[in-house]
């Protein structure tokens, strides 16, 4: 993992009280990011406590794009501070994700947009985001024919056409 | 051919074995390489789909976001369906959802049963046989949907419901534990489902939810059967703790009478639903009858929502706070209907009560019979019992009634209760008059946001331009609709069809000191509104009402003159001098006299709690919706004061 590194002075926030955390997005761009921000992941958290265990700080790096990054951190951002319950490790998970209007606008996003979010999401452990992206992909398929969904989120029909009209694979009563 | 010797014949027959054998040798390593390399392309098929899936974004999803998906996919369903469709098309997008699909039970925890499935017991449908089955034992929805049977052949009889006891024998005990039930059928089925639901000897400690709506206009039959039935199996022993689980219940033209009960400690919403035409009376009288909203209420003390759309009770008993807590232990007890008096049920932990259709007068009587002390939203719509309601064709005659039986003995005053969580109060009604009486003994000091709203929705449709201001009714003086009228913490107000007299508009802004945001729709009167809000306060400067006000919507409102919208954001925003402020103009009677305002002594709670220290705050939104006299310059011109202005042009066709 690189020790130093070069940071572009676009992507360095504002002063903040917490510190400072290097995030290397897959196209090797180093977002500097305040750690506050970023409690919300708990992969980022235990990468911090790793870091206090070993007393040394490294850059993390991440196997998505720096655009899908930025978005992941926009999100945080604007929850910096708000208590989700969905992100809190010790309360029980809830029975759904509640729905946030910010978080539909906030995911207004073409589909491959959506689906890299949910994918980082995911890796990162932000459980909130993950559950927001899912409810946005759920309602796009909602009510549609298989065709349909097929369209809607670009599935390839692997069947063969014997397995398509195998009795098996049916429950149509 | 010439006899071979013995010798020469073992030898050839030895060469043709040794041939066979090598080609036998041969076909086998044939076989074990075609095996291979059928093994080889099909590792390579199957990796060349994954590498083609990798084209495809959504297969990069690892299969627990896709379950995570595909149940909220299911949240939804169509009651009506023969099945809930939606997992199954799912498993029939790609061999990957296919595997998934089928591998998730809880995508198939939907059951939907037919009228057939009911009647022939252990007998259910094969798509409701492969939905269980996929389900694997995990806790499932039922959902039944089932036209009235012919009404020559309904099963209300009570030998049949003694016969269903044996709830062992009926098609719910063949299903894995019940996670909810919704129940949409006639009453020869609902008859059939609660009579299981009550004879149950297990407890059902899966059941979250209970759903149920009648569809026949005969559903007095069904109260009957059950209700006075006095068989020991249709008891509900006070202690009986079948349901630990169940969260909501929400009943249509089913009444509470012929519920399970027994204690119902997780039960947090209770929907009580009425149709306007099932049942009529006499039956409806039983039906709504309190006794039984008491009871099922006692049995559910940690209910935090309850909504009743006519399903108000009928208050034909009177409260005594010392009968014993004990009353509703006795099954039998309770059931005589010639009790007068029944004890209070403190709802300590109901946080929200919307009731549609309400007596004026029922209001008291339901905080009476069951305390709310923590109630923090009260969403209320009253039937005006003095006018014909078109939707009814008269005022409910229930509700009419539902009050009547409760009035107390002249001379008895009725106790103030005050509801002193109470945030949010939303109220609805017909005419103003109804706004006279069902505040007058209920106190509201924490109130922050009030809506009050005229629902005669034909002033709606008459839209701008219509004569439709001029029928609005006049909402009455604060003093006259609350007891008291001091709102110190209101920062909403929402009024909506109705008049605003001018005389009325000062004293009602001068009650509500810290109001922040003011909505008007479609309200006449709005003139009064801004020309007390710009008013001054007399050598101090500043706004005399309201001083915190940051928002004005007016919506549809004809009356309102743009350079009195101005004056308020001039004064409010620190760009007028408090001598320009206009001087309201004394109210007039018809003939010309004009009314002198009363010298009277300040009165308490309606001068402002600020400081003359404290600043005002600036108006920093305005919109404005399908209001004539106010043009989108004008509008946008207030932006030069650093208002935010959203402004739209009438409607030619409000909805």
Known sequence: ?173 | MSRLSPGALDTALAVISGKIGILQKTQEQLRILLDSNQASIATLEAERRDLEAQRYPIHWLPPELLIQIFVLATDTYDATAHIDITPVRLSHVCRKWRDISLSEPILWRRVFLRPDDLRHRHVISSAATAFVSRSRGSAVEVVFSGRPSDPQTLLVQSALLLALKDTQGHVFSTLPPLKSISFQSGYDFMVNMLTFLRNGKDAYPSLQSIDLTLIHPASAHLFDSLRNDNAPVFMNPWNRQHFPSLQEVSVQDVALGCLPLGQLPALRELSLQVTPWAPQPPYRANFLHIIHLARFLACAPNLERLVLIRGGPIFNLQVDPDAPAAFWAEDRAWRHVSHTRIPPVPMEHLRELEWTGAHPDSLHFFFTHFPAPNLELLDVAFVDVNKHNAPLHGPDPIAVASVTADTPAPGLLQPVLELSRLKVLRVECTSGDVLRAPFLKLCFPALETLSIANADLSLRWAGAGSNAFSTLPHLPRTESIFRDPRMPRLTHLMLSAFTVLQEHAPTMLAYMPALEHLECDIVDGVSALLAALAATRAHVGGPKYCPRLSRIDLWCCEDVGFVLLEMVVKLRNGFRKHAEAPVPQPASMPNGRVIKPLRRTARAGTESPLTQEETCAKITEVHVDGCPSISEDDARSLEKWGVKVLWSPPSKHPS
Not at chain 1, 56 to 82: D, M, T
Not at chain 1, 97 to 123: C, G, T
Request: net charge negative; with cysteine; charged share 30%.
């Open chain 1, 1 to 173: 993992m690189p020790t130093i590194v070069s940071v572009d002075d676009s992507t360095v926030p504002g002063e903040g009280s917490s510190r400072l955390l290097l995030l290397v997005s897959s196209d090797n761009k180093h977002i500097v990011v305040e750690e506050d921000i970023m409690s919300r992941s708990r992969f980022i958290s235990k990468q911090v406590e790793g870091f206090e265990a070993t007393s040394q700080r490294h850059a993390i790096l991440l196997p998505f794009s720096s655009f899908v990054l930025n978005k992941v951190i926009e999100y945080c951002s604007h929850y910096r501070g708000y208590y989700l319950l969905e992100d809190d490790p010790d309360a029980a998970p809830p029975g759904r994700s509640p729905v946030r209007e910010w978080d539909q606008e906030f995911l207004d996003v073409d589909r491959n947009m959506l689906l890299r979010i949910i994918k980082a999401a995911h890796y990162l452990e932000i459980k909130s985001l993950v559950g927001s992206c899912a409810r946005a992909i759920a309602d796009m398929i909602r009510g549609k024919t298989t065709e349909e969904m097929r369209e809607i989120l670009g599935v390839e029909n692997d069947f063969t056409p014997e397995e398509e009209h195998s009795p098996s694979s049916k429950c149509t009563g």
